[in-house]
């Protein structure tokens, strides 16, 4: 026989619930190195990927252009790095 008494549940927060953050794939393509692809959080900027790749002193490109170093890296992104020594030049 039931009691007509009804009862709640105790329900614990479960860490499933919460989705992980989405990765993006984004690929690095360096002079005289094989393209490499890496996996950054959503909110990384082009600074943090290129300082994370030790990039400095090189002429960055991304998405076929140059982009501010704060432009913020999307899904299948392409960041291009060429020497300065290449890229540049003296002019006469």
């Known amino acids: 026989?039931?009691?007509g008494v009804k009862t709640k549940e105790h329900v614990t927060p479960v860490d499933a619930d919460v989705p992980p953050p989405v990765?993006?794939?984004?690929t690095i393509g360096q002079l005289g190195h094989k393209l490499a692809t890496i996996q950054v959080t959503p909110g990384t900027t082009l600074?943090?990927?290129v300082?994370?790749?030790?990039?400095?002193n090189t002429e960055i490109r991304l998405r076929g252009a140059n982009m501010p170093l704060t432009t913020l890296l999307e899904e299948g992104?392409?960041?291009i790095s060429?020497?300065?020594a290449v890229v540049g030049g003296q002019e006469a």
């Not at 990765?23 to 984004?26: D, E, I, P, W």
């Not at 300082?51 to 400095?56: D, F, P, S």
Request: proline content about 5%; overall charge negative.
């Open 51 to 56: 300082l994370a790749q030790g990039l400095q």
């Open 1 to 3: 026989m039931t009691s």
């Open 82 to 84: 060429a020497p300065d």
């Open 47 to 49: 600074r943090e990927a």
């Open 23 to 26: 990765m993006l794939t984004v």
């Open 77 to 79: 992104d392409l960041i």
